[in-house]
């Protein structure tokens, strides 16, 4: 009989100060938008913030990945509710336009198993945020970006 390992998730490590501060804020207005008390409000109010930096020159998708991986590790533990991928997704857009450049936002989905998904794009087509839940196995289709 073969013992399995339970395999480790362990925190990630605090991006630097400034990613930390552009996280933070970027994180914030993304929770406040979740408020909202109608799911197509939000959705509404989440497009038209991302569509804010669209007169922005493009990021580097290296740029984009620090911006995403600092609103990761910047999520708020006083938060009570799931944070999705969707504030994490406008998150990383606003985190991103917070350093003078844009990246797009994409509200995507999957037939099998029936999903829906938000990840955010480079210019050049870098997915960032897409391999979440199964991205790799099931691949997403993009409905929707930003421009």
Do not use: N
């Not at 006083?78 to 406008?90: M, P």
Request: hydrophobic share 45%; glycine share 6%; aromatic share 6%.
């Amino acid at each position: 009989m073969e013992a399995t390992m339970t395999q480790m998730i362990h925190a990630p490590e605090p991006p630097p100060w400034p990613w930390r501060l552009r996280a933070s804020l970027a994180m914030t207005a993304a929770l406040t938008l979740k408020l909202l008390p109608r799911d197509r409000w939000r959705t509404r109010a989440r497009l038209a913030l991302a569509r804010t930096a669209s007169s922005l020159p493009a990021a580097h998708p290296g740029d984009v990945r620090q911006a995403y991986e600092a609103v990761v590790a910047c999520q708020p533990s006083w938060w009570r509710g799931q944070i999705d991928c969707k504030e994490r997704a406008v998150a990383t857009v606003l985190a991103t336009a917070l350093t003078g450049r844009r990246c797009h936002l994409v509200l995507g989905a999957r037939a099998l198993p029936a999903a829906f998904h938000a990840w955010v794009m480079t210019a050049d087509g870098t997915a960032i945020g897409a391999e979440e839940a199964g991205g790799q196995d099931h691949p997403w289709t993009p409905v929707y970006t930003t421009p």
